[in-house]
């Protein structure tokens, strides 16, 4: 009888477990998969891009639910405009913790390794942005960001990259199957294949129940099922930044990504000793070679 009481007081504690974490998956979702602050720091820090050498130019990007977006033109400031406008252009899309000003030292390798401009778009409810982050909305914001940028005289429009890295990669993906013909490439880095498939790496006690053809996929509203999405993308190349250590998404989600993929040319590069966020400091010069000579091999 002791042990039926021990076993039972077991089931019930696992239930438990499992009880709080659907609830949790329910209810805060979109607060646990968007993240506009990083905890510890002041919902208004934003650091200046001139403080790593850059020169910024601000935008307003008008989502169409009428939600308005601060954007990014990153350059060198020793560029001219016509070196500007003679160059490809890359649409950037961030992960999912803090403001894009975060990312500051990546754009510096990245304008470095590739003289091009940068034109990086904020979700709502980030940085200096309106509104609040959900799946439609970031979608609406990516093709917002997309048609600005081709309106703009200062950048050639006719060479616009996709660059997308963990939840900015699910945002490209989507982009660049519904906007092929207006693209030169995408990029995606560590990106997973879904919110449903990322629930049990984060949350294995709910593996068995979310995931892939599971039971209370339902639970899940913000789907990002880009493992559907990318085979749509059958006209545009297509370069894959894995890194081996990933400590919050797992590489075998990048491989099934690469095996579903129709793209006419893919490129997968890996990194086995990088973690989530730092491909670019683990290894710089394959890293930096291998966005290079994509951007220059499809935008020429």
Known sequence: MGLMIWLFRIGAGIAGVIGIGLTAIYIYQEKLLYVPVVPGMPKDAWIPAERYGLASQDAEVESADGVKLHAWLLTDPTWSPEFIRSRPVILFFQENAGNMSFRLPFFKGLIQALDCPIFAVSYRGYGKSQGR??????????????????????????????????LGGAVAIFLAAAYQEKLKGLIIENTFTSVEDMVGSVLPPLGPLIGAGKPLNRLVTNKWYSLKTIPKIDKLPILMLSSG????????????????????????????????????????????????????????
């Open 133 to 166: 982050p959900n799946e439609k909305g970031l979608k609406l914001d990516a093709e917002a960001g997309l048609r600005h940028l081709l309106k703009r005289q200062d950048v050639d429009g006719s060479r616009v990259v996709v660059f997308g890295k963990s």
């Open 245 to 300: 250590e990933d400590e919050m998404v797992p590489p075998s989600q990048m491989k099934e990504l690469r095996a579903a993929q129709k793209s006419p040319t893919c490129k997968f590069v890996e990194f086995p000793t990088a973690g989530h966020m730092n491909a670019y400091d683990a290894d710089p010069t394959r890293y930096w070679m291998a966005v290079a000579e994509f951007v220059t091999l499809y935008t020429l």
